[in-house]
């Protein structure tokens, strides 16, 4: 079985500033990994993922998350936030095979502020 | 493309009664998906269906969910009787079944749903 824990339930940042957001997974096996993004009165969004090859990999709007094996960790990043980056983002996991079920963590709520 | 469609938006029920959530998966998408999502939480599995079949349903609290997806596109979700922990929202998603992109789950909007 697998499990995902966010440490930090709420993220205030100001506007330009670059920003964290931590997650750890728990698994005996091998897990894909991804960060989804729930913007108000929306549903979730794929933001990026991690299958295999690169540790670091990159969404379209700048965020970025690398895969640390050691530490078991897919942390989300972005260096500099917007006001329309203001959103609950969601870590996931899922173990490779046939059934592709997410194992999501609890989520942390990014509020950026002006 | 059109996204994943989920009715009511909203409902407000008393515990006990009865009530039934509507999604309408992307078209080709054969894996369809059932999520809770309690307030302060992350969404858990309910059931997984590929075409008309069930995949797993092992998170279902069968004694009072039943989900079904008769014709491998549309599916319903019912609980009957509702308790007040059933306030939740419940999100539909749906992928395709190829090897890459059956990673990629896409979510409709969620029926919010308050027991009182």
């Known amino acids: 079985a697998q499990s995902v824990t966010q440490l930090d339930s709420q993220v205030p940042v100001f506007e330009e500033a670059p920003v964290e957001l931590r997650c750890n997974y728990s698994?005996?096996?091998?897990?894909?990994l991804f960060w989804y993004v729930q913007y108000p009165n929306q549903g979730l969004q794929l933001l990026l993922k991690y299958l295999s090859g690169s540790t670091l990999v990159e969404s379209i709007n700048g965020f970025e998350a690398e895969f640390n094996k050691s530490q078991t960790s897919f942390h989300l990043r972005k260096p500099s936030v917007h006001i329309s980056d203001t959103a609950e983002y969601f870590c996931?996991?899922?173990?490779?095979?046939?059934?592709?079920?997410?194992?999501f963590g609890s989520g942390t709520q990014l509020t950026v502020l002006p | 493309e059109a996204g994943v469609a989920q009715s009511p938006r909203y409902k407000i029920i008393e515990k006990r009664q009865s009530v039934a959530f509507w999604c309408n998966p992307i078209?080709?998408?054969?894996?369809l998906y059932w999520y809770q999502q309690i307030l302060g939480q992350g969404p858990k599995l309910l059931i997984q269906f590929q075409n008309n079949g069930v995949v797993d349903d092992s998170q279902l609290p069968k004694d009072r969910f039943s989900a079904e997806r008769l014709k491998g596109v549309d599916s319903t979700l019912k609980i009957q009787p509702a308790k007040l922990e059933d306030s939740a929202v419940y999100l539909c998603?749906?992928?395709?079944?190829?090897?890459?992109?059956?990673?990629?789950?896409?979510f409709g909007p969620g029926t919010r749903l308050t027991v009182t």
């Open positions: 698994s005996s096996v091998s897990v894909y």
């Open positions: 998603a749906s992928s395709l079944v190829s090897s890459q992109r059956s990673y990629e789950q896409y």
């Open positions: 078209s080709g998408h054969a894996t």
């Open positions: 996931a996991v899922s173990p490779p095979g046939s059934a592709r079920q997410l194992t």
